[in-house]
């Protein structure tokens, strides 16, 4: 049996508003652990597990009820005064909500997996108050139409009533879909769960279709797989949140495109018929002009409408931070600066592992433990700076500790011992291309391998996938005083500056935000050094390399005199692009070229021009790497 459009909404709900919810109780706890005394903190923290489990029993899935109901009646002692926060009811909590957040990964998945919970009840259980009564739950929303009449088990149970009374003792309104009697018709339109959004049961309409509780044997749906896809692409990637105030700038833009094109209809028509043949050149000229202008505003709309705050991504690292620094034995004080600060969701969705991998470094490397930063005279408690910010049309992240520092003899040292360098190649390097040497495959500075790092994995991953992004990752480092990494990343993934340039007649494109400078040079200065073509620039040889080689461009004329250098820079490494011909500026939209193509070293993507021929889009990492 199918599930209908109406029952699928309601679960595609339920998981968006849960998983919302849950995204946001761990930086809530950490928050509260830190301020036990905060009581609007503490409410809201009740209030979002009141609304789970309302929207759980509701819906019919046992084990998140008797999870969130035991949750629920810890904290209902905590706010009342009953309990004093503590660590060992904190750890017991988020453990708890974990529990709740596989409960509802399950769902998403659209399979149920019998999970042990009564390991997790137990913990639960020695700071409940002694008359804390069951979990129940109501019979499954997705009820059939047989299922629908009442019955004689229909009427509401002792243990409803007493989940009534428990919820009226705690001065919460009792969720409607946890007191209603099962007699009470479809139409009654209860709604499960107190403020602040109770939308996955805002109504109760005829169901046609059944589906079992979550408890059960069976998925909660009879179609798990496309309920899977559904729920979890709309809880996680498939749906943002806009402002109505973007809606209607997107709808005015539209609304002027449509104006421009009736007038471009209308031109054409005119050009066709012979009438004013003189003035069609300026008509043609205004309406371009304008043309421009609306299309770039309905470009930064919807542009807009695509940011997302890096919050999104922050707010998962209190607790990361949290349960390391206990592991650790350390004494931490995460601070998150800039966490409103947008960006594209796309960028926002592939941040996140490369900043877990860097703050989990900074205190298992960088932060020294409470009796060492006492030696070193510091105070017990490290500190570790999580910021964002926009600079021009990128955003920079930073994660910055006040630890031991990154010692590069050290990392030269450990190089070498595995292979990674020769002595001979570390005689050349500078302090910046010995730090570089921490994102090499295959390197650590840990002796022995344990459960957060020593494998050698983590920081090549780091900058593998910054690199994906087209961003660049810096390390600033102050030896005994704490190092800085710091992460630039464009907006957008879909549209960049870029300037255009040519080489032997074919034109490529090099992202704007690598440019440092362009020079026009003569023949003459270039130099060969050591098999290298270098120039001469200021005070410091810069390498260069021609396109038209790395390309396999047909050389047209070799007796030119002067060329174009394109000098760019990622991180401190500097490289001159020699190109025929500068064709300036251009706002160019990136197409993939492909998974066959898509590792070509040196390419980034391409673009098609405005004459419809197609420009490769030029990767300088990939160039200078």
Known sequence: MSIDCEDQELLEGFLAETTELLEKLDDDLISLEKNPEDADLMNRIFRSIHTVKGASSFLGFDSLVKVTHKTEDVLNRLRKGELILNSEIMDVVLE???????????????????????????????????????????????????????????????????????????????????????????????????????????????????????????????????????????????????????????????????????????????????????????????????????????????????????????????????????????????????????????????????????????????????D???????????????????????IVISIKDDGRGIDPERVSRKAIEKGLITEEQLTNMGAGEILDLLFLPGFSTKDQATDLSGRGVGMDVVR???????????????????????????LTLAIIQSLLVEVEREVYSIPLSSVIETMRVSKREFHMVGGQEVLKLRDSVLPLLRLQRTFGCAERSADRDTYYVVIVGVGEKRIGLVVTRLLGQQEVAIKSLGKFLANLPGIGGSTIMGDGRVALIVDPMGLVS
């Not at 930063?373 to 990128?394: D, F, I, M, P, Y």
């Open 96 to 370: 708890a909500v974990d529990l709740v957040k596989t409960l509802v990964g399950d769902i998403k998945a659209g399979e149920i997996v019998e999970r042990e919970l009564d390991d997790t009840i137990a913990k639960l259980i020695p700071f409940l108050s002694e008359n804390a009564t069951e979990a129940t739950v109501l019979a499954p929303v997705f009820a059939s139409m047989e299922a629908s009449a009442p019955a004689e088990g229909d009427a509401p149970s002792a243990g409803q009533g007493a989940e009534a009374d428990r919820a009226a003792d705690a001065g919460e309104t009792a969720d409607a879909g946890e007191i209603a009697g099962a007699e009470e018709s479809p139409a009654a339109q209860p709604a499960p769960a107190a403020p602040p959004k109770p939308e996955p049961a805002t109504s109760l309409p005829q169901r046609t279709a059944a589906a079992p509780r979550a408890g059960g044997a069976s998925p909660p749906v009879k179609e798990p797989q496309k309920a899977a896809a559904r729920g979890e692409d709309l809880a996680d990637n498939s749906t943002v949140r806009v402002d109505v105030k973007r809606l209607d700038d997107l709808m005015n833009q539209v609304g002027e495109l449509v104006l421009e094109r009736n007038r471009m209809i209308q031109l054409h028509s005119d050009y066709q018929s012979g009438l004013d043949p003189n003035g069609f050149g300026d008509d043609f000229g205004k309406l371009s002009k304008r043309l421009n202008f609306v299309t770039s505003e309905l470009q930064m709309q919807v542009l807009k409408m695509r940011m997302l705050p890096v919050e999104k991504v922050f707010k998962k690292f209190p607790r990361i931070v949290r349960n390391l620094a206990r592991d650790l034995g350390k004494e931490v004080d995460l601070q998150i600066i800039g966490e409103e600060t947008e960006l594209d969701r796309s960028v926002v969705d592939e941040i996140g592992d490369p900043l877990i991998h860097l703050i989990r470094n900074a205190l298992d490397h960088g932060l020294e433990t409470p």
């Open 464 to 490: 593998t996938n910054i690199r994906k992004l087209n961003g660049i990752i810096e390390i600033k480092n102050d030896l005994g005083r704490g190092s800085e990494f710091i992460l630039r990343l464009p």
């Open 372 to 394: 060492e930063r006492l030696g070193a005279g510091k105070s017990r408690t490290g500190t570790v700076v999580l910021s964002a910010a926009h600079e021009g049309n990128q």
